[in-house]
């Protein structure tokens, strides 16, 4: 089977782009599923259609400043001509404004959206019969949980899994969406809202946890394919 041509966006994050990125490169890479490049300077790279069309997915991690006029437009093309695209955490905080990518995730940090404190939590699984989620059970893992993400431009959104916002925690006492699915033009879009890791702090506990690497690496292979082979 083919590996998966894969580019991750980052470079530049609220987060700890210099661990998480690494991170989903090896997770990428070990699968055996996606062979696997990375960019720090998406701006300058997305500028080269040439170069983007080597890609089969987009994986960004990557929430900084605005990229360039022409680096927005191949990648819209890009994943509206049916590259998938795979948006980490805090990378749907990214470019207020920008209609396009606002529609391609769907779910976003705007006003009004917050989190409770870094904690343990249970993930259920709601729908399990999407190719992401078939055959995967609910668990527990150690995260920043967003809630209130705000839902723009009334696109059609799926949630796959949710994580408890306890009260407790400072959260709203509710479910909250953490695995989403969308889609913009002929391209697929994987949301997963969990991978929290702050810069020089703590471990990558929440990106250890089976759960999150499952549903990770799950989406990515759906976005970019349609399916998922195991």
Avoid at 5 to 13: M, Q, W
Avoid at 168 to 179: A, F, L, Y
Wanted: glycine fraction near 12%; charged fraction near 20%.
């Amino acid at each position: 089977m083919d590996r998966i041509r894969t580019l991750i966006l980052s470079g530049a994050n609220n987060h700890d782009w210099r661990r998480s990125t690494p991170f989903l490169w090896l997770l990428l890479q070990e699968s055996g599923r996606f062979e696997t490049d990375v960019t720090l300077d998406p701006s300058q790279t997305l500028a080269d259609a040439s170069e983007l069309s080597a890609y089969q997915l987009i994986v960004s991690d990557y929430n900084g400043p605005a990229w360039s006029e022409p680096s927005q437009k191949c990648f819209e093309t890009a994943i509206r001509s049916g590259v998938g695209l795979t948006v980490l955490h805090a990378a749907d905080n990214a470019f207020d404004g920008w209609s396009a990518y606002e529609r391609m995730v769907g779910l976003l940090w705007r006003e009004g959206t917050g989190h409770g404190r870094f904690h343990e939590f249970p993930v259920t699984i709601t729908d399990p019969d999407h190719p992401i989620t078939k055959g995967m059970s609910g668990f527990r893992t150690t995260d920043e949980l967003y809630h209130r993400l705000a839902h723009l431009h009334d696109v059609p959104y799926q949630t796959l899994a949710t994580g408890f916002s306890s009260v407790e925690s400072g959260g709203t006492g509710r479910e909250e969406p953490v695995m989403v699915v969308t889609r913009y033009g002929e391209g697929r879009i994987y949301h997963h809202v969990l991978g929290h890791v702050w810069s020089g702090a703590g471990g990558m506990i929440a990106f250890e946890n089976e759960g999150f690497k499952t549903g990770f690496l799950r989406g990515c292979e759906w976005a970019a394919t349609g399916g998922v082979a195991d």
